[in-house]
Nanobody, 117 residues
């Protein structure tokens, strides 16, 4: 079973930046899309950003649009989330996800992001 391994995250002041990275554990893993979700304490997991490899389509949630940037490499099965102008409400556990077809059904273990005011 392929694993998605996340790195990065940690703590930052409001207005600061953090960078999250994610890579699939198997080189032969082929995904149609990769993305990031987050879950704050007491809240449901929500979509943050995604990139569809074939069409090169990128989506962002309204909450992060203009502040976060997703990028990646399809051949390497890696995806990066550059987070700028961080806000305290960005505090959450961030999860990397991958889709083989149309649904995100591969998930990373999650990495904590904490933004202080």
């Amino acid at each position: 079973q392929v694993q998605l391994v996340e790195s990065g995250g940690g703590s930052a002041q409001a207005g600061g930046s953090l960078r999250l990275s994610c890579a699939a554990s198997e080189r032969t893993f082929s995904s149609s899309a990769m993305g990031w979700f987050r879950q704050a304490p007491g809240k449901v997991r929500e979509f943050v950003a995604s990139i569809t490899w074939g069409a090169g389509i990128i989506y962002y949630s309204d909450a992060v649009k203009g502040r976060f940037t997703i990028s990646g490499d399809n051949a390497l099965n890696t995806v990066i989330l550059q987070m700028n102008s961080l806000k305290p409400e960005d505090t959450a556990v961030y999860y990397c996800a991958a889709a083989k077809t149309t649904s995100f059904n591969y998930w990373g273990q999650g990495t904590q992001v904490t933004v202080s005011s």
